[in-house]
């Protein structure tokens, strides 16, 4: 941190007009950008659990928030390398929500995001149940096999339909023969 001082030469002397201004230095800006938060899973839903990561912390708690969190998610670890914390996601909303870290007596904003609900969620595996946009695409001639009967089946049918019209042509001339 640097500290700036502005000297004055008044009427009367020499007047020490201190302005103490604390210009956080590139180091310590630096610092605050090196924060990085990391939502798990990555597209959560309303009124479920993620787990937060943080890291570029420097100490061993923290706290995280966002307006999709139903309340800030303590932070603790001693690795030095991250910290964790755990909360809820509030119900009824929906979309892309930025993340404040403070860690190191100081609030980070916008160290990441998280996003939420249906927008961009895709099935993990999904169910083959095909119908519309989901039904696998086949090659025409393989739709076409598939599409109704073939010569084998129509002729199949003829020949049962002869034997079945000789059938009844048969019955029908026993019976005028027994009356």
């Not at 420097?58 to 969190?69: D, I, K, L, P, Q």
């Not at 800030?72 to 909303?93: C, E, H, V």
């Not at 034997?163 to 042509?169: E, F, N, R, S």
Request: aromatic share 2%; charged share 15%.
């Amino acid at each position: 941190m640097r500290i700036c001082s502005l000297a004055v030469r008044g009427a009367g002397g020499l007047v020490l007009a201190g302005a103490l201004a604390a210009v956080p230095s590139p180091a310590a800006a630096h610092a605050q950008d090196q924060v990085r938060a990391q939502v798990t899973p990555a597209g959560a839903e309303p009124g479920g659990q993620v787990e937060v990561r943080v890291s570029g912390c420097r100490g061993t708690t923290g706290a995280a928030g966002s307006g999709a969190f139903a309340k800030d998610a303590a932070l603790t670890g001693g690795d030095g390398k991250s910290l964790t914390g755990s909360t809820r996601i509030r119900a009824g909303i929906s979309g892309t929500y930025e993340i404040t870290v403070t860690c190191d007596g100081h609030p980070h904003q916008g160290v990441g995001t998280v996003r939420v609900g249906g927008a961009g969620a895709t099935p993990q595996a999904p169910v083959r149940a095909g119908g519309g946009g989901t039904a696998d695409l086949q090659p025409v001639a393989a739709v076409a096999e598939e599409a109704g009967p073939g010569t084998r089946h129509a002729v199949v049918g003829l020949v049962l339909a002869g034997a079945a019209a000789v059938a009844v042509a048969l019955r029908s001339v026993r019976r005028r023969r027994s009356d």
